[in-house]
């Protein structure tokens, strides 16, 4: 199994409510990544989890909350978004960070818009 | 500072041979990467190199290093109109962070 999931696809939410990002891999990698991707723009990395603790955090706004429930799973909580934070918002696993080749292996996406 | 530059659009015919240039900053570099991004999709990891190579063949893939020069560039033989995305080169970031560094993308436009 050489896929990242993530759930959902798309989400709309107004500006008071609470969402969760879901993102899930089973190749045995120990890092994950969460990055937020405008159109037509490369991807922005927000945060960096190795061996479910988080290793980098890129000044990202305490409305995105992330957590690493187990080294599968990465989730991103998200609380009292912005219109501005509407996004694709990619997850990323590799097998490490330190050394090696570090290949990042990206999900989908999801499609958020805020209103 | 880290910093990656691509030119934003490259047209081809379709049968031609693409080539997308990418300059970076970060001399201690490790590895090179190239990702393929079409409409609405993630990233697709296509190619990587070691910054101690200076070419890399996969199929109709060609990377070329000049690490004097900071100059990466992917050629793609024989394009088709399903190469047509956003290829985004990256580097990873000198320490061990995993953090990549990506080029702003080049959109392919592979005309029939």
């Known amino acids: 199994d050489t896929e990242v999931t993530q759930t959902p696809k798309h989400l709309v939410m107004g500006m008071t409510n609470k969402k969760s990002l879901k993102c899930e891999q089973h190749?045995?990698?120990?890092?994950m990544y969460w990055y937020k991707q405008k159109a037509k723009k490369p991807p922005e990395l927000m945060f960096v989890?190795?061996?479910?603790?988080?290793?980098i955090n890129e000044s990202v706004p305490s409305r995105f909350s992330p957590e690493c429930p187990n080294s599968s799973l990465l989730n991103l909580h998200l609380h009292a978004l912005q219109p501005e934070d509407s996004a694709l918002y990619l997850c990323?696993?590799?097998?490490?960070?330190?050394?090696?080749?570090?290949?990042?292996?990206f999900g989908p996406g999801t499609r958020l818009t805020v209103l | 500072g880290e910093d990656v530059e691509q030119s934003l659009f490259l047209s081809v015919r379709e049968g031609d041979s693409s080539v997308i240039n990418c300059t970076y900053t970060?001399?201690?570099?490790?590895?090179l990467y190239w990702y393929k991004q079409e409409p609405g999709a993630g990233l697709q990891l296509l190619t990587y190199?070691?910054?101690?190579?200076d070419m890399k063949q996969d199929q109709r893939l060609t990377v070329l290093l000049n690490k004097k020069d900071k100059h990466l560039s992917l050629r793609i033989a024989d394009t088709q109109t399903g190469d047509s995305a956003i290829y985004f080169c990256?580097?990873?970031?000198?320490?061990?962070?995993?953090?990549?560094?990506f080029g702003q993308g080049t959109t392919l436009q592979v005309k029939p």
């Open positions: 990323a696993s590799s097998q490490g960070l330190a050394g090696g080749i570090n290949e990042q292996f």
């Open positions: 190749m045995g990698h120990r890092a």
């Open positions: 989890y190795s061996y479910e603790k988080l290793s």
């Open positions: 970060d001399s201690s570099s490790t590895y």
């Open positions: 190199i070691f910054s101690n190579m």
């Open positions: 990256a580097e990873l970031f000198s320490g061990n962070t995993g953090k990549l560094i």
